[in-house]
């Protein structure tokens, strides 16, 4: 069972070997699902952090990651992604590298200093916001994942969301 600690050196973040492993695989994925700015090559204006093709994604999870500021007026929730989506995703990708060049090996400690911990607060609620996406997670969901039936093929998605939530509850109350 994980264990995040306040000490001397930093935030010693304790992962048994296949939590290490659910994280490792979770910020792979996450990395993945963001991917590039669509349509930007890096030229242009691209090479300066601004989207020519910047719109707000079908799918659900990136639309969660990526929301509009502006609700009720597209046309400046189109300039404000123009602007910032580039940048966001850029973040997004460096905090969950963040965790994946500060894992320990499998089983072992991580000791974060408080950038390397801020980090992985910020990834760990990009991946819990995914996986609430995808699973559909609202304030009932404690009562929703009681009923499943154990071969229910979401149970170890819900039960991943619980331990994320659990983990970075650990990170917030270490660092405060």
């Given at each position: 069972m994980s264990d995040v600690k306040k000490t001397r050196h930093g935030i010693r973040v304790r992962l048994e070997a296949?939590?290490?492993?659910?994280?490792?695989?979770?910020?792979?994925?996450?990395?993945?699902?963001i991917g590039d700015t669509?349509?930007?090559?890096?030229?242009?204006?691209?090479?300066?952090?601004?989207?020519?093709?910047?719109?707000?994604?079908?799918d659900p999870v990136?639309?969660?990651?990526?929301?509009?500021?502006?609700?009720d007026d597209g046309e400046a929730a189109g300039e404000f992604r123009r602007y910032t989506e580039m940048g966001l995703r850029d973040g997004k990708r460096e905090a969950a590298a963040t965790v994946l060049g500060s894992?320990?090996?499998?089983g072992s400690d991580t000791v974060l200093d408080d950038k390397q911990a801020q980090a992985w607060l910020r990834a760990l609620n990009d991946?819990?916001?995914?996986?609430?996406?995808?699973?559909?997670?609202g304030e009932e969901w404690y009562e929703e994942a009681a009923r499943l039936d154990p071969r229910d093929p979401r149970t170890p998605m819900f039960a991943a969301y619980d331990?994320?939530?659990?983990?970075?509850?650990?990170?917030?109350r270490a660092l405060w």
């Open positions: 296949e939590e290490t492993a659910l994280v490792r695989a979770l910020m792979e994925q996450l990395i993945a699902l669509p349509g930007d090559s890096g030229e242009g204006l691209a090479s300066i952090g601004i989207s020519e093709n910047a719109t707000k994604s079908d990136l639309a969660r990651l990526f929301p509009d500021a502006y609700r894992l320990g090996e499998t991946v819990r916001l995914a996986l609430g996406t995808r699973l559909d997670i331990w994320l939530t659990m983990l970075q509850e650990g990170l917030v």
